[in-house]
């Protein structure tokens, strides 16, 4: 009887033991446990971010998610901070990708999405995350690499004081690129403007993005063709037509340095011009407000309407949305608790509270909250127009009219931007080249993007 009561005193003191070295877990300064020196660790969730991104997750909505994911499933949440420099982040990531039990997630709103799953880097999340069912279909595609946890579409936003100058009638939502450079045209005529890369990249697309400068299937590239030749000419007689206020000391080399060379006393004078208030107030473009509107967010721009015309982005033919958005890492170690972190990130609830939350920014891609977002905005008050405005990205968004930026190929874009620096020398050329000059010129920029293509 006494080695019995013996034995159930041992076990009691084992439970009260075991039961005391539990509580003594500690919260951290970024609110995550920490465990003592000789007590069980909590198995991990490893988060890769990039500096700017992981101070941008500190908002409420993702904070508060975090926690309630360590306490249901008591595991730590740990976040993995790497480089951050566009050029290095897909070589970066991919050498802590290939660990064996490496980093299980990597949230992110850059344009590398492509790369990392071409180079076979994350998993297949379509089987594994049950509230994907409840994104918009187009946002994500049958395998689910990369899953946008929020998207953001940018607009073109007119000065409406600037079109009643101009005589100018507000375009509608279904306006053109053709639209808006006919306004353009009128606003040029009516006194000279500043010269800043913004008007020399609108140029520059109006005239070649409707070009087919690289055939991609033939690995063929048409730059020696009569089409470029007059759009350079086009480009080149805007730019030097009297209309603009150019720096007459300006040689190509000085414009070259004002787009390219970020270091630049050129380009650092561009960017002072750009931001200075002589610039944008004769501006056609609120580029300000467009940098900081999200179409899908009312709240962003409802109460600016009196001054702004706020209009989809017609002008360029890329359709991109901005996202924020998360890959599974295929050698992660603990995947299936990576699968539940996404899957309740997609959850009504914490996508609605990303939604309300003030400083979040970006919009839900759970489309099962529409309902209860439009009851906000109905109790919210804003006008018809703002909500029109709203609803009508919504619709193209459901008809998969819209790609992700995140998942475009920048194949195009990095081979587009590799010829303007090119270009830049024929269209800022102090001393006009010939036709056959100029055919040997382009011949030779032909054949080196021949052999880029052909790579």
Not at 83 to 94: A, I, P, Q, T
Request: charge should be negative; include cysteine; charged fraction near 30%.
């Amino acid at each position: 009887m006494i080695r019995r009561l013996l034995n159930i005193i041992l076990v009691l003191s084992l439970i009260i033991s075991i039961t005391a070295c539990q509580n003594t877990n500690t919260i951290n300064s970024n609110g995550s446990k920490v465990v003592k020196p000789g007590e069980t660790e909590l198995p991990e969730l490893t988060i890769l971010v990039t500096p700017n991104m992981r101070n941008w997750m500190k908002k409420d909505c993702f904070d508060n998610y975090e926690r309630q994911f360590e306490k249901q499933y008591g595991v730590t949440v740990n976040y993995e901070v790497y480089g951050g420099d566009y050029e290095s982040n897909v070589g970066e990531l991919m050498t802590k990708l290939i660990t064996k039990d490496g980093p299980e997630l990597i949230i992110d709103d850059w344009n590398n999405a492509h790369s990392l799953i071409e180079q076979g880097a994350v998993a297949n999340a379509r089987d594994k995350v049950p509230n994907i069912s409840k994104m918009y279909e187009s946002l994500v595609d049958s395998e689910a690499y990369y899953i946008p946890l929020g998207i953001g579409y940018q607009p073109v936003v007119l000065r409406k004081d600037m079109l009643e100058a101009l005589q100018l009638s507000t375009p509608n939502l279904n306006w053109t690129a053709e639209d808006y450079y006919i306004m353009r045209d009128k606003w040029l005529e009516q006194s000279n403007r500043m010269f800043t890369t913004f008007e020399l990249n609108e140029t520059n697309s109006r005239y070649l993005r409707e070009l087919e400068l690289f055939d991609y299937r033939n690995k063929k590239a048409n730059i020696n063709t009569k089409e470029l030749k007059n759009a350079l000419e086009r480009i080149r007689g805007e730019i030097f037509s009297g209309k603009y206020i150019l720096n007459k000391n300006y040689t190509y080399k000085n414009y070259y340095n004002m787009l390219f060379e970020y270091t630049s006393q050129e380009y650092e004078e561009d960017m002072e011009l750009r931001l200075s208030t002589g610039y944008n107030k004769q501006s056609l473009r609120s580029r300000s407000d467009e940098s900081l509107i999200n179409l899908l967010y009312a709240k962003d721009f409802d109460s600016r309407l009196g001054k702004i015309v706020v209009l989809p982005d017609s002008i360029y033919k890329d359709n991109l949305l901005g996202s924020l958005g998360i890959m599974i890492n295929r050698n992660g170690a603990n995947l299936e608790l990576a699968y539940e972190y996404v899957n309740g990130l997609l959850s009504n609830e914490i996508q609605l509270e990303m939604y309300e939350g003030e400083e979040s920014g970006i919009y839900p891609v759970n489309k099962a909250i529409e309902s209860k977002i439009a009851d906000i905005e109905k109790k919210e008050g804003y006008s018809e127009e703002t909500l029109q405005l709203k609803e009508f990205i919504i619709r193209r968004i459901e008809k998969g009219e819209f790609q992700l930026g995140a998942l475009r190929d920048m194949k195009d874009h990095d081979l587009y931007w590799m010829l303007i620096r090119d270009l830049v020398k024929y269209i800022f050329t102090d001393k006009p080249y010939s036709d056959a000059e100029l055919s040997v010129e382009l011949q030779k920029l032909e054949d080196k993007y021949n052999i880029i293509l052909s790579e």
